[in-house]
C-alpha cells in the first residue's frame, strides 16, 4: 500500500544549487500535482499533469519545472534555488482530477531549506 | 477570483468538546467544497466533501453543510478526542473542471485529555 512516495523527505541547499523532488505512485492515477505549502499560507499548486507527456502550471510555477514521461512519475525539478524556495513540498495524484472526485492522495511531504 | 478563508487558529479544546472550525468561500457558480485534514509529520488526506448545495458531507463523527446563501462550509464535530488532534483545511474546486484546487490557510486543532 505505498500510494504516493516523496523523495527524499529532507534536504538543505545552498543558494544557486538544484535539485530534483522525486515522486512515484502505484496507484495508476492519471492526474498528478505539485504543492508547496508554507507556514500560515495554505498549499499553493505549483504545476500539475493530467497524463503522460501532459503538463499545466499552476499558480506559483516560476523557478520549477516538470516532466511526465511515465503514469507513475513526477518530478520537480528546482533550477538555481532561492531562499523563497523554502518551504514543503506535495506531491499528490487523483484517479479524475478534482472535478471528477475532489479527492487528492498526498505524499508525506519534503522539506527543503534553501540558504 | 476564487477563494477560502478559514477561521484563524489556533484552536485548543479539551476532549468531548463541540468544535466549530468556520470557512467561507468566494467563486462563481456552484464550486464543490471538501475539507482536508493533516496528522502530524503527514500529508493531507480528504476527511470530506459536499458537491452541491445543501449536502452535507460527513465523516468519522465530522460533518460539514454547503450553504450557498451564505457562502459557507463550517467543520463541526460533537466531542472531538485527542486523536483529533491536526491542521484542518478547507478547499474548493472551481465549477466547469479546474484542477486549481483553492485551499484555505489551515486552522490548527489541539485536543488535550
Known amino acids: 500500500n505505498a500510494g504516493v512516495t516523496q523523495t527524499p523527505k529532507f534536504r538543505i541547499l545552498k543558494i544557486g544549487q538544484s535539485m530534483t523532488l522525486q515522486c512515484t505512485q502505484d496507484m495508476n492515477h492519471n492526474y498528478m500535482y505539485w504543492y508547496r505549502q508554507d507556514p500560515g499560507m495554505g498549499l499553493k499548486l505549483i504545476y500539475y499533469s493530467v497524463g503522460a507527456g501532459i503538463t499545466d502550471k499552476g499558480e506559483v510555477p516560476n523557478g520549477y519545472n516538470v516532466s511526465r514521461s511515465t503514469t507513475e512519475d513526477f518530478p520537480l525539478r528546482l533550477e538555481l534555488a532561492a531562499p523563497s524556495q523554502t518551504s514543503v513540498y506535495f506531491c499528490a495524484s487523483s484517479y479524475g482530477g478534482t472535478s471528477v472526485t475532489g479527492e487528492l492522495f498526498f505524499g508525506e511531504g519534503s522539506r527543503l531549506t534553501v540558504l | 477570483g476564487n477563494s477560502v478563508t478559514q477561521m484563524e487558529g489556533p484552536v485548543t479544546l479539551s476532549e468531548e468538546a463541540f468544535l466549530t472550525i468556520n470557512c467561507t468561500y468566494t467563486a462563481t457558480g456552484y464550486p464543490s467544497l471538501f475539507w482536508y485534514v493533516q496528522y502530524p509529520g503527514e500529508g493531507l488526506q480528504l476527511l470530506l466533501k459536499?458537491?452541491?448545495?445543501?449536502d452535507k458531507g460527513s465523516n468519522k463523527g465530522f460533518e460539514a453543510t454547503y450553504r450557498k446563501e451564505t457562502t459557507s462550509f463550517h467543520l463541526e464535530k460533537g466531542s472531538v478526542q485527542v486523536s483529533d488532534s491536526a491542521v484542518y483545511f478547507c478547499a474548493l474546486a472551481p465549477q466547469g473542471g479546474s484542477e486549481k484546487l483553492v485551499f484555505g490557510k489551515g486552522t490548527k486543532l489541539t485536543v488535550n485529555p
Open positions: 459536499a458537491t452541491k448545495a445543501d
